[in-house]
Nanobody
Framework: QVQLVESGGGLVQPGGSLRLSCAAS????????MAWYRQAPGKQRELVAT???????NYADFVKGRFSISRDNARNTVYLQMNGLKPEDTAVYYC???????????????????WGQGTQVTVSA
């Protein structure tokens, strides 16, 4: 019912920048919170940043001052601007959205969490 497609990953040198995008499509009624997670090899998935529907943001301590999350509600898209990248930022980055979908019965559903397919970010000299 809802698809999240990510883009913007790649290889970058330490100190460089990347901008990730994640666009949602499908039978969307409303998108609530959006977030970015990451998972490095051999490690658990961890929360990077969140943004509410109203635009309030929160960041993990390890990215504060370097990463910035934003959203475009008209485009159903969330962004992650990553500056000052470090080798330890290397991971697969996943977007996540809390989405109500259109239904033929009640009009809309309760929110459900949808995930993107992941995009690889590699920080290396």
């Amino acid at each position: 019912q809802v698809q999240l497609v990510e883009s913007g990953g790649g290889l970058v040198q330490p100190g460089g920048s990347l901008r990730l995008s994640c666009a949602a499509s499908g039978d969307i009624f409303r998108i609530y919170a959006m977030a970015w997670y990451r998972q490095a090899p051999g490690k658990q998935r961890e929360l990077v940043a969140t943004i509410s529907k109203a635009g309030s943001t929160n960041y993990a301590d390890f990215v504060k001052g370097r990463f910035s999350i934003s959203r475009d509600n008209a485009r159903n898209t969330v962004y992650l601007q990553m500056n000052g990248l470090k080798p330890e930022d290397t991971a697969v980055y996943y977007c996540q959205m809390s989405v109500s979908v259109v239904t033929t019965t009640s009009g809309w559903s309760d929110p459900y969490d949808y995930w993107g397919q992941g995009t690889q970010v590699t920080v290396s000299a």
